[in-house]
């Protein structure tokens, strides 16, 4: 079919959804895609849906253009479609056109992101995708959700994870500044990206001290670098001392740095598998067991902090930048 036809049948039901017919022009456009299916005509079937679910999403047919995005989805794996900037523009498009309560947003998000996996060079996700998702979500307060999104990202994600995570940590005691920051830190550790978990600290120290105007903190230099330290928080000393020793490559200090810390470590034992594993990949200390990263992650995320952290300022999902680390 030429793409003077595609486009004339395009406006054809656009035209039905605008004059109201949403259920006659939502099975127009699934025939319509199975039949380019058979052709193979993959840019056609896209063309076409990707316009259909944009008209109907926009018309308050959520449940039928929810339908057309998954169908969307199906396609790219179908015509082995790869994560570019078209492709991943269209579900950015379409992810700002989906109510939150529409059911089937949720497995458009988690779709979305198998299918960049499968079909696109990263195996845990496109970041540029996982950053956009990332971003959406923490702009709707949605924190358990975004804060794995946002850690496989891109370097513009640990600035909306880390400001993310203080607010979260804002609304809960104190003491437990170094409980959220750790969220993404050893996360980041884990994941060979020393650059972020320094911009959370970093991210943490400075609302810290600004907020927090009579909490005591002493800035200790050497020659290579200096840190920002808090006597009144120990857990959160650790991080900071332990990415430092991460950066130098110095297997006795990081031992010592456990030892040291052993009676605050002991008060977050889910920390410990997080802690062996950073010891191997850094310092070849070798360990009996491993856990996939992922599962490791989950377990880590799976308690502590708010229910869900509420009143928060929203943060646009603008599009995303580059997903290489500098």
């Not at 039905?16 to 017919?21: C, F, K």
């Not at 989805?73 to 523009?89: F, I, N």
């Not at 130098?248 to 920390?271: E, I, K």
């Amino acid at each position: 079919m030429s793409n003077r036809s595609v486009e004339k049948t395009r406006n054809r039901l656009k035209k039905l959804i605008e004059d109201g017919s949403h259920y006659e022009a939502h099975q127009q456009l699934r025939v319509l895609c199975q039949r380019y299916l058979k052709q193979e005509n993959y840019p056609a079937a896209i063309d076409i849906v990707f316009t259909g679910a944009t008209s109907l999403l926009k018309a308050g047919q959520s449940g039928s253009g929810g339908d057309l995005c998954l169908l969307l989805l199906s396609v790219y794996r179908d015509g082995g479609v790869k994560p570019t900037s078209e492709s991943k523009g269209r579900i950015y498009q379409l992810l700002n056109l989906l109510p939150t309560e529409e059911p089937t947003r949720k497995r458009f998000l988690n779709e979305a992101v198998a299918w960049s996996a499968k079909n696109g060079e990263y195996p845990n996700g496109d970041p540029d995708l996982h950053h956009f998702i990332g971003n959406l979500l923490a702009g709707e307060d949605e924190a358990y959700a975004a804060e794995k999104h946002l850690l496989l990202g891109t370097k513009e994600s640990a600035e909306v994870l880390g400001q993310l995570l203080y607010r979260w940590y804002a609304a809960d005691d104190s003491f437990k500044v170094g409980h959220y920051a750790a969220r993404a830190v050893l996360p980041y550790l884990l994941l060979n990206n020393v650059r972020d978990a320094n911009k959370v600290l970093d991210i943490f120290s400075s609302n810290l001290t600004e907020n927090n105007k009579n909490l005591t903190n002493s800035l200790v230099e050497s020659m290579t670098s200096e840190i920002r330290v808090f006597p009144s928080l120990p857990l959160f000393n650790f991080l900071r001392l332990l990415v430092l020793t991460v950066e130098r490559g110095q297997a006795d200090t990081f031992r010592n740095l456990r030892s040291h810390y052993a009676s605050h470590l002991n008060d977050v034992p889910d920390w410990n598998e997080a802690l062996d594993q950073i010891g191997e990949i850094y310092f070849d200390i070798q360990i009996r067991r491993q856990q996939n990263l992922l599962d490791m992650m989950g377990s880590m995320f799976g308690g502590g902090g708010p229910a869900q952290p509420s009143g928060r300022p929203r943060l646009q999902a603008a599009a995303p930048s580059s997903a290489e680390l500098d």
